[in-house]
C-alpha cells in the first residue's frame, strides 16, 4: 500500500468560558465536526461530555462505515468484524460480547443515542491524535489507501448524487468519472450491510476488498426494504486497473450471486 491515507476530523470545541464548570459537573456542551476542513454532514450536532466528543450512533455509523441497530435498551454497532454493543439502561459496553478494559458507555439524549467518538474510532483500528499544528483531532486510517476514499454522498454535486439514487438499488459496482458505488441490491431489512475491509496496491493494481456483513444472531430488525451501499471517490494513476474482491471468498465482488443475496 502506498502510504496512509489521512481522514481529517476536526473538533472545533465552541466552549463558553464556564465549559470547565460544565464538565465538573456533568453538563454538556456542543461541538462542531469538520471533515478535511469543512463541516460534517451530520444528522444531529456532536457534543462534549465530561471532555470527550459524542456523536449520535447513527452518525458514528456513516462516519465509520457501520452498522447501527436498537432495539429496546440494546444499542449494537457492527463495525467491521466487530460487534459493539451498548446496554443503555445499565450504562455498559461489549465488544464481541466480552467487556473491554476502557470500554466507554454511550449517552441518551432524549430519544437520541450519543456514542464517544475516540473510543470508537480506535475500536475501528485507526489511530486518532490531536494535531496541535492544526488544532485539530486528526484520524490515521489502516483501513484506506490515498486513491481511495469513502465519501459522504451530501457532499457531492447534484449530478453525482443523481447518479447515486439511479444504480443504489442494483446489486454490482456502478461507476461515474471518479466517483463509484457498491450496490448489494435490495435486502429484506436494515440487517444487510457492506465494510471495505482493505485496499492493497500492486504494481498497476488496485484491489478494494469489501465484506457484505450479515445480520447479527438474535437482533431484531425493521421489516423494511433496505439497499445497502456505499460511495468512494477513486484517483487512479496512469495505467492503473481498479478490482473489487469479496473479503471472505478472495473471489470478484458479487460473482456468482443472483439479487437478494
Do not use: C
Not at 463495525?79 to 446496554?87: A, D, K, M, S, Y
Amino acid at each position: 500500500m502506498r502510504g496512509k491515507t489521512w481522514m481529517a476530523v476536526a473538533l472545533s470545541l465552541q466552549l463558553l468560558a464556564v465549559a470547565p464548570a460544565l464538565a465538573a459537573t456533568g453538563g454538556t456542551q456542543t461541538a462542531t465536526v469538520l471533515v478535511d476542513g469543512k463541516a460534517a454532514a451530520l444528522q444531529k450536532q456532536a457534543i462534549l461530555q465530561q471532555q470527550k466528543t459524542y456523536v449520535s450512533a447513527a452518525d458514528a455509523a456513516s462516519l465509520l462505515q457501520a452498522a447501527w441497530t436498537l432495539d429496546g435498551q440494546k444499542g449494537q454497532l457492527k463495525l467491521g468484524e466487530r460487534t459493539i454493543v451498548f446496554q443503555l439502561d445499565a450504562g455498559t459496553v461489549t465488544v464481541d460480547g466480552k467487556t473491554v478494559a476502557g470500554g466507554e458507555a454511550a449517552l441518551v439524549r432524549g430519544k437520541e443515542v450519543y456514542v464517544p467518538l475516540r473510543w470508537l474510532v480506535e475500536q475501528a483500528g485507526h489511530e486518532i491524535a490531536w494535531n496541535e499544528e492544526k488544532k485539530a483531532v486528526e484520524i490515521v486510517s489502516k483501513a484506506q489507501n490515498d486513491a481511495f476514499v469513502l465519501v459522504d454522498e451530501k457532499q457531492l454535486s447534484k449530478e453525482e448524487q443523481d447518479f447515486i439514487e439511479s444504480v443504489k438499488g442494483k446489486r454490482g459496482v456502478h461507476q461515474r468519472g471518479d466517483l463509484y458505488v457498491i450496490a448489494r441490491g435490495q435486502a429484506p431489512h436494515p440487517g444487510y450491510g457492506l465494510q471495505v475491509t482493505k485496499v492493497e496496491q500492486k504494481w498497476e493494481q488496485l484491489f478494494v476488498y469489501v465484506k457484505q456483513s450479515e445480520p447479527a444472531p438474535g437482533m431484531m430488525y425493521p421489516q423494511v426494504i433496505a439497499y445497502p451501499y456505499l460511495t468512494a471517490k477513486v484517483k487512479l494513476p496512469p495505467y492503473t486497473t481498479i478490482s473489487f474482491i469479496d473479503a471472505d471468498t478472495n473471489k470478484p465482488l458479487f460473482e456468482g450471486q443472483a439479487q437478494g443475496q
